[in-house]
């Protein structure tokens, strides 16, 4: 596209389209494209990511500057990357709500609500906080999504991140993060990069009990985050994940991303589904 928008922190390279229009039903239209490198399973948008674009996607339409407070989020479809897809907007159901979905080829992708209303009270959550402060198992890199762009060992993306899974007790994950500057603006982590970081662990948490099934991995379905303080870059943080139940091919998980005082700065809960072969971009799991 020749006049384009970044969506997220510029050096990730996913763009908005400057040409908009206001289709029939009122909502924003736009293009949005995400280059290669920023994979889940190879040529498709990571799952996180692809929920995650929402925020960022209402932030470009959001008139007060407030920070988020909650995104909920439905993959319906794959998002292949270095194609434009169909990005819209329109305002939700109160004040600083926001309805955003893309769409490819006639498809639905994702649909999700963006609030925008600044940060909530963090919560106690007692199983999660206890990993952030205990001690920190050894990485045990995966060779289940190699190019992954949060966990896996070969990510072509420049700032790949290479957070390789950390099994602690059964059913959980527990691994380090030092978050680059580059990966947010004004000292702290974009919210987009923080809906990437919160998904690959909610898989590994719960992988032995997919993999029992027969499955070989499992792709995002429902993603719901909630942010309650913003996270520094270039400090210390960890991002710990607990299995919380399968039920035939769904698979529940959640995720946070703590400091070693208990500091609770972001929380999802997220919804997968066990497949027995990663889509090509024509395929969908739901």
Do not use: N
Not at 224 to 238: K, L, S
Not at 239 to 247: K, M, T, Y
Request: net charge negative; glycine share 10%.
């Amino acid at each position: 596209m020749s006049t384009s928008l970044p969506v997220g922190p510029p050096t990730l390279g996913l763009h908005l389209g400057a040409d908009a229009h206001v289709d029939d039903q009122r909502w924003l239209v736009r293009a949005l494209r995400a280059p290669a490198g920023l994979d889940g399973p190879p040529g498709i948008l990571q799952g996180g990511l692809a929920a995650g674009v929402a925020g960022a996607l209402a932030r470009s339409v959001d008139r007060f500057g407030a920070p988020m407070t909650r995104l909920r989020s439905r993959l319906h479809a794959p998002t292949p990357l270095g194609v434009a897809v169909e990005a819209r907007v329109t305002a939700g159901a109160g004040p600083a709500h926001h309805l955003v979905e893309t769409h490819h080829g006639g498809r639905l992708l994702t649909s999700a609500e963006v609030e925008l209303a600044g940060h909530d009270p963090a919560p106690r959550i007692l199983d999660l906080t206890e990993l952030a402060t205990g001690p920190l198992p050894e990485p045990q890199p995966q060779d289940a999504y190699p190019t992954c762009f949060v966990c896996g060992p070969e990510p072509s993306h420049p700032q790949g991140l290479r957070l390789h899974p950390r099994p602690g007790a059964p059913g959980t994950i527990i691994q380090p993060w030092i978050p680059a500057e580059e990966l947010g603006s004004d000292r702290t982590v974009d919210p987009l990069v923080v809906a990437a970081v919160l998904d690959c662990p909610t898989v590994w948490a719960a992988i032995e009990p997919i993999r029992a099934r027969g499955a070989i991995g499992a792709l995002l379905a429902g993603f719901e985050v909630h942010h309650y303080h913003d996270i520094p870059v270039e400090e210390p943080v960890r991002v710990v994940a607990r299995f919380d139940g399968i039920d035939g091919r769904k698979v529940r998980a959640r995720a946070a991303v703590l400091d070693e005082e208990g500091t609770c700065y972001a929380l999802a809960s997220a919804l997968h589904i066990a497949v027995e072969r990663l889509p090509d971009g024509g395929f969908s799991p739901r």
